[in-house]
């Protein structure tokens, strides 16, 4: 079984400052994870994902993860938050495969201007 | 169409009645999956098509929930004798190949919120 836990379901930051959204998994076999953004009124858009390979994992939108094992961790980082990146971020895991895919309960991005 | 397209894009229904949801996924995508999101929460996956074939159901939460895909393209998610439990957003997601989102991303509609009143 996998689990997504988002630590904060709420963050701030002000415009040009670092974005820093938390996401630890659990899972009994290696993970893929994903980063998914959802603005409002809108569906998911993946934002990145890890399944094999390098740690660091540039996606769209200026936005990179890191997927570090040992920390059973995949924190979303931007170097300097935009007006345009105010959405909801959603962390996911599945363990492989077509396997249905396990969401955390998301975090909303605020940017203050 | 250039993406998936879901409808209606609201529905209110009365407790007790039966709703029909409705998937266009992007065309030529074999997989299809479809997902709840509660008020407040992550989506959470109810089932999956690959083709016509609904190879997971696992997810759907009771014998009240059917979905079907008869022609492998268009999904229709059923909810029988709705529940106030049932208000949530649905959303349905397609990918182009048989493996599902690993290897290739899965695209997701706007959803239909559902609220039974």
């Given amino acids: 079984a996998q689990s997504v836990t988002q630590l904060g379901s709420h963050v701030s930051v002000s415009e040009g400052a670092l974005v820093l959204l938390r996401c630890n998994y659990s899972s009994s076999v290696p993970p893929y994870l994903f980063w998914y953004v959802q603005y409002p009124n809108q569906g998911l858009q993946l934002l990145l994902k890890y399944t094999t390979g390098a740690t660091l994992v540039k996606g769209i939108n200026g936005f990179e993860a890191e997927f570090k094992k040992s920390e059973t961790s995949f924190h979303l980082t931007k170097p300097s938050a935009h007006m345009s990146d105010a959405a909801e971020y959603f962390c996911a895991v599945t363990p492989g495969g077509y396997q249905k895919v396990t969401f955390g309960t998301g975090t909303k991005l605020q940017v203050i201007p | ?117």
Avoid: M
């Fill in chain 2, 1 to 117: 169409g250039a993406g998936v397209s879901q409808s209606p894009r609201y529905k209110v229904a009365k407790r007790g009645q039966d709703v029909a949801l409705r998937c266009d996924p992007i065309s030529g995508h074999v997989s299809l999956f479809w997902y709840q999101q509660a008020l407040g929460q992550g989506p959470e996956f109810l089932t999956y098509f690959q083709n016509e074939a609904q190879l997971d159901k696992s997810g759907l939460p009771s014998d009240r929930f059917f979905a079907e895909r008869p022609e492998g393209s268009v999904s229709t998610l059923k909810i029988q004798r709705t529940q106030q439990e049932d208000s949530a957003v649905y959303l349905c997601a397609s990918s182009t190949q048989g493996a599902g989102i690993i290897n290739t991303e899965a695209f997701f509609g706007q959803g239909t919120r559902l609220t039974v009143v």
